[in-house]
């Protein structure tokens, strides 16, 4: 007898041009489930480029070409500094700390960048961008350090990633195979142009984006299965409510809960229900809302050209400007982790109501039986601390201020640190849905509700039903929030 053979799953290729590439698509490079190619026309740009700004050089000076950098931009380079000029400034710059970057947002850093010198703003090397293409496609990533950018510029994570090139710094070998790039010489052309980007920046806050765009989509599917537990009103949802009051994201969350809900099968025992569930379309339709800004200033921000100083082919020129500063990607981050936090705490609100028996009719906390047995009392808990977490990352970046190399540079947006922190909120935001879903299911369960399976509600509470522990015994409720977190983080 023979079998048939297994088909063999190609991985898709996105073509990088510099100008068409998503946050989904940054996730996507950098999770390898999607390869990297570089647009042939795009690489030729580079080349002009570069063809351009060694004429422009012979007429004008130009900063960190013919001239040193930050607080030394009046400093002429003479021909003697030139020659090593770019390895001076990597190394230089290369003093980032703390702890290694991971290397998803590694990855991701390495496609943000890639892709933004497709554009031909500067007059890098072609071969610096076959080479970071190389690193994309063999898995190898450079040695970066966390803490070293103020939302000015990623320099200090893009010089070590520039020794690496150069192969003064290590690669680490990530996911993939081949060998890592062979060392290119960097010479000033290179060094400034390749460290002039928020590239770390933008490539985690992407992957926070993707992540956190998917998570916000299931929050109504869990908020459903709460107010089905307490027999809630979905008045709150009305078409003709959201109408006279058209938020985006608030419209799109009500039509969600009507698409999940109608036509309700139970008459609401109250006039209307607590904040948790009547106030859900305008919390988290504001969530909605921060995700959709943050998607769109990362699709200017991976697709740009913004190297200081800015070569243009037309006309034929360098412009010295400060569109490096993140003071967009910021403000979008600060949003989107406020919001989020808001969404936090509904659920948790949502909790406090799903363990009360004036809502349930069940035992306090869920509890097997009124004999003293505390349920998922805990659980509540676990939510708080989680939700406390969130609290402490939403604190804007923004409100911080730093002058730097000597006063020359007198503000700074600390995006960096805004994203890495809505990354970060990404996994805490989860945890606090997985509580809630753990609860609402048990209560559904004692309460002996099975809901639909041919609807989508009903399909979602059997796939919970199936990772998660039947029983209300007292127990350790640990396993449980695990398993409803990692359904929540399936696509």
Same mark, same amino acid.
């Given at each position: 007898?023979?079998?048939?053979?297994?088909?063999?799953?190609?991985?898709?290729?996105?073509?990088?041009?510099?100008a068409?590439l998503?946050?989904?698509?940054?996730?996507?490079?950098?999770?390898?489930?999607?390869?990297?190619?570089?647009?042939?026309?795009? /690489?030729?740009?580079?080349?002009?480029?570069? =063809?351009?700004? *060694?004429?422009?050089?012979?007429? /004008?000076?130009?900063?960190?070409?013919?001239?040193?950098?930050?607080?030394? =931009?009046?400093?002429?380079?003479?021909?003697?500094?030139?020659?090593? $000029?770019?390895?001076?400034?990597?190394?230089?710059?290369?003093?980032?700390?703390?702890?290694?970057?991971?290397?998803?947002?590694?990855?991701?850093?390495?496609?943000?960048?890639l892709?933004?010198?497709?554009?031909?703003?500067?007059?890098?090397?072609?071969?610096?961008?076959?080479?970071?293409?190389?690193?994309?496609?063999?898995? $190898?990533?450079?040695?970066?350090?966390?803490?070293?950018?103020?939302g000015?510029?990623?320099?200090?994570?893009?010089?070590?990633?520039?020794?690496?090139?150069?192969?003064?710094?290590?690669?680490?070998?990530?996911?993939?195979?081949?060998?890592?790039?062979?060392?290119?010489?960097?010479?000033?052309?290179?060094?400034?142009?390749?460290?002039?980007?928020?590239?770390?920046?933008?490539?985690?806050?992407?992957?926070?984006?993707?992540?956190?765009?998917?998570?916000?989509?299931?929050?109504?599917?869990?908020?459903?299965?709460?107010?089905?537990?307490?027999?809630?009103s979905?008045?709150?949802?009305?078409?003709?409510?959201?109408?006279?009051?058209?938020?985006?994201?608030?419209?799109?969350?009500?039509? /969600?809960?009507?698409?999940?809900?109608?036509?309700?099968?139970?008459?609401?025992?109250?006039?209307?229900?607590?904040?948790g569930?009547? @106030?859900?379309?305008?919390? $988290?339709?504001?969530?909605?809302?921060?995700?959709?800004?943050? *998607?769109?200033?990362?699709?200017?921000?991976?697709?740009?050209?913004a190297?200081?100083?800015?070569?243009?082919?037309?006309?034929?020129?360098?412009?010295?400007?400060?569109?490096?500063?993140?003071?967009?990607?910021?403000?979008?981050?600060?949003?989107?982790?406020?919001?989020?936090?808001?969404?936090?705490?509904?659920?948790?609100?949502?909790?406090?109501?799903?363990?009360?028996?004036?809502?349930?009719?069940l035992?306090?906390?869920?509890?097997?039986?009124?004999?003293?047995?505390s349920?998922?009392?805990?659980? *509540?808990?676990?939510?708080?601390?989680?939700?406390?977490?969130?609290?402490?990352?939403?604190?804007?970046v923004?409100?911080?201020?730093?002058?730097?190399?000597?006063?020359? *540079?007198? $503000?700074?947006?600390?995006?960096?640190?805004?994203?890495?922190?809505?990354?970060?909120?990404v996994?805490?935001?989860?945890?606090?849905?997985? @509580?809630?879903?753990?609860?609402?299911?048990?209560?559904?369960?004692?309460?002996?509700?099975?809901?639909?399976?041919?609807?989508?509600?009903?399909?979602f509470?059997?796939?919970?039903?199936?990772?998660?522990?039947?029983g209300?015994?007292?127990?350790?409720?640990?396993?449980?929030?695990?398993?409803?977190?990692?359904?929540?983080?399936?696509?």
């Amino acid at each position: 007898m023979t079998s048939t053979p297994t088909p063999i799953t190609k991985t898709p290729t996105l073509t990088l041009d510099g100008a068409s590439l998503t946050p989904s698509d940054i996730a996507a490079l950098a999770r390898r489930t999607a390869r990297a190619r570089i647009d042939p026309a795009s /690489r030729e740009r580079m080349l002009q480029a570069r =063809r351009t700004a *060694e004429d422009v050089v012979t007429r /004008r000076r130009v900063y960190g070409l013919t001239t040193g950098v930050g607080a030394n =931009r009046t400093t002429d380079l003479s021909e003697a500094a030139a020659g090593d $000029h770019g390895m001076r400034l990597l190394r230089s710059h290369s003093g980032a700390i703390g702890p290694l970057v991971p290397v998803e947002e590694t990855r991701a850093m390495l496609a943000v960048r890639l892709n933004q010198l497709l554009r031909a703003g500067s007059a890098i090397s072609a071969e610096v961008a076959d080479r970071i293409g190389q690193a994309l496609d063999s898995g $190898h990533v450079p040695v970066v350090h966390a803490f070293g950018s103020v939302g000015t510029g990623d320099l200090a994570a893009l010089a070590e990633l520039g020794l690496a090139l150069a192969g003064e710094h290590p690669w680490r070998e990530g996911q993939g195979s081949g060998p890592a790039p062979e060392p290119l010489a960097l010479d000033r052309w290179d060094a400034l142009p390749l460290m002039s980007s928020s590239a770390l920046t933008v490539g985690q806050a992407a992957l926070a984006q993707h992540d956190l765009a998917r998570l916000l989509d299931a929050v109504p599917l869990v908020a459903a299965l709460s107010l089905t537990v307490i027999h809630g009103s979905t008045e709150p949802f009305a078409s003709v409510v959201h109408a006279l009051r058209p938020y985006a994201g608030a419209t799109r969350v009500a039509a /969600r809960m009507r698409e999940l809900l109608d036509p309700l099968p139970w008459e609401p025992p109250m006039v209307q229900d607590p904040f948790g569930f009547r @106030c859900l379309p305008q919390v $988290h339709g504001a969530a909605l809302d921060a995700a959709d800004a943050l *998607e769109s200033v990362l699709a200017i921000e991976i697709n740009a050209a913004a190297e200081n100083p800015l070569l243009s082919l037309e006309p034929a020129d360098y412009h010295h400007h400060g569109g490096f500063h993140q003071a967009s990607l910021a403000l979008a981050t600060d949003q989107l982790r406020l919001a989020a936090l808001g969404t936090a705490q509904l659920s948790t609100a949502r909790v406090g109501v799903l363990v009360s028996p004036v809502f349930t009719g069940l035992p306090a906390f869920l509890a097997q039986d009124e004999d003293g047995s505390s349920g998922v009392m805990i659980t *509540e808990y676990a939510a708080q601390a989680a939700l406390a977490e969130l609290r402490t990352l939403a604190q804007p970046v923004t409100l911080g201020h730093a002058v730097l190399s000597r006063g020359v *540079e007198e $503000h700074a947006s600390f995006a960096a640190a805004g994203a890495r922190h809505l990354f970060d909120s990404v996994v805490l935001l989860r945890l606090v849905l997985a @509580c809630e879903l753990v609860i609402a299911v048990r209560a559904l369960r004692m309460n002996g509700v099975i809901l639909d399976p041919a609807t989508e509600l009903g399909r979602f509470q059997r796939e919970a039903g199936e990772v998660l522990n039947p029983g209300t015994a007292d127990r350790d409720l640990t396993p449980d929030v695990e398993a409803a977190a990692d359904l929540l983080a399936r696509p």
